[in-house]
Structures are given as C-alpha cells and as structure tokens.
C-alpha cells in the first residue's frame, strides 16, 4: 500500500544547513560536510530547524531511501559537532613496525621485515595522529573516517600465512568511540 511518508530531522544548536539542488551541506562550529542527495522521488527541504525528507505516494523503495538518508543526515549533524573518531593498535610479534604521517600520507615501515613501506593515502578532511603503538583516525564525516580505518587495516593483511602465528598488522580496537 503507497502512503505518503515525511521524516524531519532536528540540527542542533550552531548547526545550520543549506541546500543546492540536490547537494545538502551542514556546517558547524568547527567545520562543515556536504552529501549529494539525489534521488527522483525523495525530496529534500529545508524548514526552519529541521530538515525535512519526503515521498508521495511512497513505495518500499522510497521508504528504505528515506531511512538510509535521514542516517547519514544525522551523522552529518553529529559529525559537526563532534568528530568521529576511530583507533587503531598496531601490532608487531616478530618485527617492530613503524608507523608515520607524511603529509597526507600514512607510511607503515618494516611490516614483517619488509623492506618496501607499505602507504596509504587518506583525504584531507581526516586527520590522523600516531601515539606509539595506537592510530587515532578522525574526522567529521563517518564513512571517511571509517573508509580510511578500514584501508589503514587491510594494507596490513596478511596473506599467505598462518594468521594464527603471525598476527602483526594495524587492527582498530575502537569504532567511532564504540570498542570493537
């Protein structure tokens, strides 16, 4: 059965959002995330506070775009606010890794005695920090920061190998402050 569907969703105080076309930015107090939100029979307008998503006549289709949108809509709004931030440990049993930031490059040295350096590189809207044997990722937009967590991980796979005896690598340990 088709039936109209609206979903609004709350910014927080300081955040404001604009439209353009299809292009949703939301800015905060400290910086700002743009997604493009196209889609034929999802609309999406702006009304005072909130941020407003809506379908006529809404099919199961419409209505899972519609959920899918107003979560990344709120992780917008959180991501503002506060940033995402997701860690890492590195982990080195038989040969001590060395991790480094270049620029906006990640540069892991002497991964299982290798002496080619594995790199990665990451956005510029994330940021990322080396503490010792811990790699802090962060950024105001969720799937960047996750995406770039995600690669720093898999760069060091290991394939090829008992994983049970050669467990080294980088694994997170934290995703956007939630213990994995």
Do not use: W
């Not at 059965?1 to 404001?16: A, F, I, N, P, W």
């Not at 503002?80 to 040969?95: D, E």
């Not at 967590?149 to 994983?163: F, H, L, P, Q, Y």
Request: proline share 3%; aromatic share 4%.
């Amino acid at each position: 059965m088709k039936q109209d569907l609206r979903v609004s969703v709350e910014l927080k105080q300081g955040v404001t959002a604009t439209l353009q076309g299809t292009l949703l930015t939301v800015k905060g107090p400290k910086t700002r995330v743009s997604r493009d939100f196209m889609h034929p029979k999802v609309k999406v307008v702006i009304e005072g506070g909130k941020i407003t998503l809506s379908a006529s006549k809404a099919t199961k289709k419409e209505k899972t775009m519609i959920g899918s949108f107003e979560s990344h809509i709120i992780n917008m709004v959180q991501g503002v606010t506060a940033p995402y931030v997701y860690k890492l440990k590195v982990c080195s049993g038989h040969f001590p890794i060395t991790v480094t930031v270049s620029g906006q490059e990640l540069i892991i040295k002497n991964f299982l005695g290798e002496s080619v350096p594995r790199k990665i590189q990451f956005p510029s809207a994330v940021s990322i920090k080396v503490s010792g044997a811990e790699i802090t990722v962060e950024s105001a937009d969720k799937e960047l920061a996750g995406q770039t967590a995600a690669k720093i991980e898999n760069v060091c796979r290991i394939t090829g190998r008992d994983i049970r005896i050669f467990q080294d690598g980088c694994y997170i340990i934290s995703k956007a402050g939630e213990a994995v």
